[in-house]
Each structure stands twice: as structure tokens, then as C-alpha cells.
């Protein structure tokens, strides 16, 4: 059973930073990618940003440049920092891997934006 727990969020006025980030435990198996996945009131989750264990990395349009997604050496602390907020960047956020077939997701942290 893989536990995934967030941290991080908060307030913050608009143009300023975040970084969050996501400490995974529990795997039998290792893990080769994760996600960060936000769910805004209102609408569908989406993926943000997503990196692999040989250090790929991959952004949605709407956060590239602004969002930088990294890992620890030992591959069980992620980060997503984020840098030049906008009120539209307020949501849940959510750490997501996959292991051993099944999907596992954290439990979210609130990051609210204001303008």
C-alpha cells in the first residue's frame, strides 16, 4: 500500500510562491513517475506537471514556466514549485503515482490565490 501525503498549500496573494510537496512511503515496488494533479471547485482534475525517476518532466500549457517539478535523490520526496501565482492557480492539489498496476493519490493540499 503506497501513502502519498502532501504538503505546502496556503494562501497567497497573487505573484507570489508556493512549493509543495509530496513524500511517498509504503512501496513495495519502485516508483518510476508522479504526478501533481489539481481539481479547481467546479471542474475536472488536471494534470499540472509530471516527472519520471530518469528525470523527464512534463507541464501543462497553462503552468509552463511558471511550475517546476522535481524529486529528491532517493525518489520519495516530490516538489512542485510554483512561482508567479495567478488567482486561476487556486485548486486542491494532488500528488498521483502509479505502482504494481493501481493508481494511488495523496490527499490534497488547498492552495488558494488571491487577486
Known amino acids: 500500500q503506497v501513502q502519498l501525503v502532501e504538503s505546502g498549500g496556503g494562501l497567497v496573494q497573487a505573484g507570489g510562491s508556493l512549493r509543495l510537496s509530496c513524500v511517498a512511503s509504503?512501496?513495495?515496488?519502485?516508483?518510476?513517475?508522479m504526478d501533481w494533479y489539481r481539481q479547481a471547485p467546479g471542474k475536472q482534475h488536471e494534470l499540472v506537471a509530471a516527472i519520471t525517476s530518469g528525470g523527464g518532466t512534463n507541464y501543462a500549457d497553462s503552468v509552463k514556466g511558471r511550475f517546476t517539478i522535481s524529486g529528491d535523490n532517493a525518489w520519495n520526496t516530490v516538489y512542485l514549485q510554483m512561482n508567479s501565482l495567478k488567482p486561476e492557480d487556486t485548486a486542491v492539489y494532488y500528488c498521483?503515482?502509479?505502482?504494481?498496476?493501481?493508481?494511488?493519490w495523496g490527499q490534497g493540499t488547498q492552495v488558494t490565490v488571491s487577486s
Open positions: 498521483v503515482t502509479r505502482v504494481g498496476g493501481r493508481e494511488y
Open positions: 509504503g512501496s513495495r515496488f519502485a516508483i518510476y513517475a
